[in-house]
């Protein structure tokens, strides 16, 4: 492929590309490129959204270039200080190493092994002295620092800014420096760090890298990023079921933004879906089946899409009882005596976070026992009444009652 088309596909969805006239450049060679991506293993599971990076940098694999993965396993101690408002909680070495091991796996989903570099920045950062901390750090100000968002308003509103997490942009742009990365990956919240390790290599006399940046994809609230603590994510690991159910509630105006970002499609493929659901040949619903078969496909397989398209029909559609219902065996031993509450039961089980949230759940009509809507919010029942029961708490929320 050309350079010119290298760059059109490359580029496409990007929202930071610094700069184009660098990046055409070194496509002209006709070499691979080292393309960079630093990821700290701070948690075990990855999301659709930390998958945006992954995706594009599979992008540059199948053109013929070389993925090299950073393992944050040393800067992950320090913690990303990238849009927090506040000093990230230090990890241990055994939680780090965990989740690398997670994080590897999951990876391997996405990216092709043969054209995959994998390194832990331990390998040098472990091995610096104080003499090569103090000659990095001399490498940039306070002032070129306090340039960031979050550090400018962290500073302003008095809020504490630790020394280490001004070393961290440094520590990943050294990595740069080490793994000599002709292009760096990463989310719109790392163009600071990312523009840092362009600046490392320069002064080390190195060609700097290219930066390019992606969106920060909204999560299933359609508001906020997608984060596993804001419990508004899609993890790749998740079972068919539950993604193909997930993507189905993802909000009508983002589905450009998601077939661009999630699916990993060429940019006419995505324009094409676009202009159709623009232009009222797709209906939006529709559009959301193709989505969800399309991220089942790719993260279980074609035979599991078509199934969790079936059994959410079945469940959504046709209104029946879905075929794996969890199951939760209530002590019947540590119950008071006498009738249970239906609320301490919806908590129990999960289905609701407090008793009150079970009662709200209620009074809202989301609550079924056995098909029935339940219009009490404090009914209590005799213990058998639940043996077997079949809990219901909105469309998506099941549970059958075992005794214990």
Do not use: C
Request: charged letters at 30%.
């Amino acid at each position: 492929m050309q350079p010119a088309e290298q760059l059109r596909v490359l580029s496409a969805g990007a929202v930071d590309v610094i700069n184009e006239a660098d990046l055409t450049r070194k496509l002209a060679r006709g070499t691979p490129l080292r393309v960079k991506l630093g990821i700290d293993p701070t948690a075990p599971d990855i999301h659709l959204g930390f998958a945006v990076v992954l995706r594009k940098l599979r992008q540059f694999q199948d053109l013929g270039h070389l993925a090299v993965l950073i393992l944050g396993d040393f800067t992950a101690q320090l913690g990303d200080p990238s849009g927090r408002t506040a000093t990230r909680p230090p990890l241990s070495v055994e939680e780090v190493d965990d989740h690398a091991r997670t994080y590897v796996e999951q990876i391997e989903q996405i990216l092709l092994p043969d054209r995959l570099e994998i390194r832990r920045n331990s390998e040098w950062l472990r091995e610096m002295g104080m003499a090569d901390v103090l000659r990095l750090s001399a490498r940039t100000t306070v002032a070129r620092m306090l340039e960031r968002d979050d550090f400018a308003t962290r500073y302003r509103d008095g809020r504490p800014i630790s020394l280490s997490e001004f070393l961290y942009p440094l520590l990943q742009g050294w990595d740069s420096v080490v793994v000599r990365a002709d292009v760096e990956l990463g989310g719109t919240d790392q163009l600071f760090n990312n523009l840092m390790g362009r600046t490392l290599q320069e002064q080390e006399g190195h060609e700097g890298q290219v930066v390019l940046t992606m969106p920060l994809l909204e999560g299933l609230d359609g508001v906020q990023k997608m984060s596993k603590s804001l419990g508004n994510y899609v993890a790749i690991t998740e079972p068919p079921g539950e993604q193909f159910g997930k993507v189905m509630s993802v909000p009508d105006a983002l589905m450009p933004r998601y077939f661009a970002l999630t699916t990993g499609w060429d940019p006419d493929r995505v324009a094409d879906v676009t202009r159709r659901l623009s232009a009222g040949d797709l209906a939006p619903v529709d559009a959301k089946r193709l989505l969800a078969r399309t991220i089942v496909d790719l993260y279980h397989g074609e035979a599991a899409a078509e199934a969790a398209e079936a059994e959410f029909d079945r469940v959504f559609r046709d209104h029946a009882t879905p075929t794996d219902v969890p199951e939760y065996r209530l002590d019947v031993a540590s119950l008071p005596p006498g009738p249970v509450r239906l609320d301490r039961v919806l908590h129990d089980t999960g289905l609701a976070t407090s008793n009150r949230d079970a009662r709200r759940h209620v009074q809202g009509g989301g609550v079924r026992l056995n098909g029935e809507k339940v219009e009490d919010p404090e009914l209590a029942l005799p213990v058998e009444r639940l043996a077997d029961a079949l809990l219901q708490v909105g469309r998506k929320k099941w549970v059958r009652i075992r005794l214990g």
